[in-house]
């Protein structure tokens, strides 16, 4: 083995590159750069220019993370020529049917074929129904290099666990799973893991264990929010306070902790529906997994409905209504705006021709503006009908009820705390939370 493809990286002989410098690609990379030598690709020359001056576009990563790593970042290909080991870690996103977009992996797999030799590695890490990798991604590698899959190069798979802007549940300290096509692959490619995973690497019997890991992951996650959610819809008809109940019924020791909100992003939001696809080509319908999504898809709507109700039920008029949204992003203290479900609760305030601002510390009013057609707001006024709290910024939790009260128009206003963290400090409005 002196000679295998962990040692020659290792020893710098060979090198390795990440495919897609994203939130999950590129703190990957600046980790294996501290041990290897790396190349670090994404087709996004702006992102690119920043990365090469230490900046992380996406405001997950301090400059100082950096420091210390012997990589190369760029967007030409002709840059990766001498590539042994590569990692592909770009999104796999949903279109707006609802079915799986593979255009970005299958393009970055073209790119990795295009420069594939032989006796090279390919590991994906983006999150795919189980079968993706041997039925969509290797073809595309074969066809593209002229090589033939296990003969001339071998493939892995080992599903990112990264969770933006948690800075616990970091690469180092999670659990890394890995696959192989081949007892030896799964080796050198766990043993490549194992230099940056200080939790160390489970070693999956195949490259569908591991897809398959990966997806009822936040499949499982997505169901138990739904539920939480279903519960608070009929709470909320029996005037119970979903929170109270919670907490209630967490005092038995194998209660699970979950609790209603709006749930987007590009992993819960998504995977979910990579799965029940696969599920029917294999001629089976889904009916807890797509019950789950219908029901956490249409809690944004339903915010927005239920805050509507309650201005009305104040006797205003809505053509004179203003609505203050705090929180843009798909969750707290990120930057990260895509399949935010907070635009479902601006689009509900919309069909009801309310006026509204969108207010959010993080997001980028020009990301906003491109995506979803809806800008932010950079200073919040004094005239606001109510006011939701949609996600929960460490700048917003240390809020009084006096600092809301400024923004207030009058004593008749509404205060919409989705995940209830101002429960029993808001007293003079009418509150309300999931």
């Known amino acids: ?13 060979s090198t390795l590159a990440v495919i897609g410098l994203g939130y999950v690609g590129l703190p990957l990379a600046l980790e294996f750069a501290r041990k290897l030598k790396v190349v670090g690709f994404d087709i996004n020359d702006e992102r690119v220019e920043l990365m090469k001056k230490s900046v992380d576009p996406s405001n997950e990563l301090d400059s100082s ?65 189980p079968g993706c990798t041997e039925e969509d991604c290797i073809p595309v ?13 071998k493939v892995g798979y080992s599903p990112e666990r990264i969770n933006p802007g948690d800075k616990k549940h970091t690469l180092q300290n999670v659990v890394k799973v890995a696959s192989g096509c081949c007892d030896t692959s799964l080796e050198e490619i766990a043993k490549t893991y194992e230099l ?28 138990n929010i739904a539920l939480i959610n279903e519960l608070s819809l009929i709470f909320n008809k029996l005037e119970i306070n979903t929170y109270e109940v919670l907490r209630a019924a967490g005092t038995k020791w194998n209660f699970l902790n979950f609790t209603p909100g709006l749930v987007g992003g590009h992993c819960i ?41 309650k201005i009305l039920a104040k006797g205003k008029q809505l053509r004179n209504v203003k609505v203050l949204v705090m929180g843009a992003t798909f969750k707290e203290d990120v930057s990260d705006i895509r399949n935010s479900k ?3 609760i601006i689009t509900e305030l919309k069909s009801f021709h309310v006026n509204y601002d969108l207010m959010d510390p993080h997001a980028s009013s020009d990301e906003m503006q491109h995506e979803y057609g809806v800008s932010l707001t950079s200073e919040s006024s004094d005239d606001y009908d109510a006011i939701i709290v949609a996600v929960n910024h460490s700048e917003y ?38």
């Open 269 to 309: 939001g998504v995977d979910p529906y990579y799965l029940t696809h696969k599920a029917l080509q294999a001629g089976y319908h889904s009916k807890v997994i797509t019950s789950g999504r219908y029901v956490n898809d249409s809690m944004g709507f339903y915010i927005g409905n239920q805050t509507v109700k």
């Open 196 to 223: 940056v995973v200080d939790a160390g690497v489970h070693r999956a019997e195949s490259i569908k264990v591991a897809e398959a890991a990966k997806i009822i992951e936040n499949t499982q996650r997505d169901v």
């Open 397 to 434: 939790l240390n809020m009084s009820e006096d600092d809301f009260k400024k923004m207030m128009r009058d004593e008749n206003g509404v205060f919409v705390d989705v995940k209830g963290i101002f429960k029993n400090k808001i007293k003079e409005f009418e509150y309300w939370s999931l």
């Open 65 to 129: 993370e950096f420091d210390g790593c012997d990589i190369q970042f760029t967007s030409k290909i002709e840059d990766l020529s001498d590539v042994q080991f590569f990692v592909v870690a770009v999104p796999t996103p949903i279109d707006d049917a609802k079915l799986p977009n593979l255009n970005p992996l299958l393009a970055a797999t073209g790119t990795v074929g295009k420069v594939l030799k032989k006796d090279d590695y390919v590991v994906f890490e983006s999150t795919v129904y």
């Open 342 to 344: 907070v635009i479902d």
């Open 141 to 153: 590698l074969e066809k593209v290099s002229g090589l033939t899959f296990k003969k001339d190069f």
């Open 1 to 13: 083995m002196s000679n295998s493809i962990y040692n020659r990286l290792v020893s710098k002989e």
